[in-house]
């Protein structure tokens, strides 16, 4: 039946836009990320759509139902496991984006304490000559 085949392309092109946000996200490409996630929201609309009009043709002909084919159970885990292996990988990012935060934050505690250490202030200077 055409209609699944056009599920089943639409879910293959869920599947390029999930492998293209993986590499994205572990080369800390922000921006492709986005423009992933935002052709994936796009698509979503589509898939619902067909995934309604397949599950009606079906309810048309005594069919059963499209969750029940195991082509489609099977495409859809798959990427269930892509979105929770990104989401890993988006979180590895994280944890290494906020340790390297807390570094830059030390390091910029240290630079005050030693700029108040070494630098007079300038204070001083104005007052002697009053």
């Excluded at 879910?11 to 836009?17: F, N, P, S």
């Excluded at 293209?20 to 490409?29: K, L």
């Amino acid at each position: 039946m055409q209609a699944f085949q056009d599920l089943m392309n639409l879910l293959a092109e869920w599947r390029q836009l999930s492998e293209a946000e993986g590499a994205a996200i572990r080369s800390a490409d922000w921006q492709q990320v986005s423009q992933c996630q935002a052709a994936k929201q796009l698509l979503q609309a589509r898939i619902v759509e067909a995934h309604q009009v397949l599950d009606s043709r079906w309810e048309l002909t005594g069919g059963g139902k499209t969750a029940q084919d195991p082509r489609f159970r099977g495409a859809i885990s798959e990427l269930i496991a892509m979105e929770q292996r990104n989401g890993e990988w988006l979180e590895q990012q994280w944890q290494k984006a906020e340790a390297e935060r807390a570094e830059l934050s030390r390091t910029s505690r240290n630079l005050r304490q030693v700029h108040k250490a070494y630098v007079p202030r300038g204070d001083a200077a104005w007052n002697s000559y009053s």
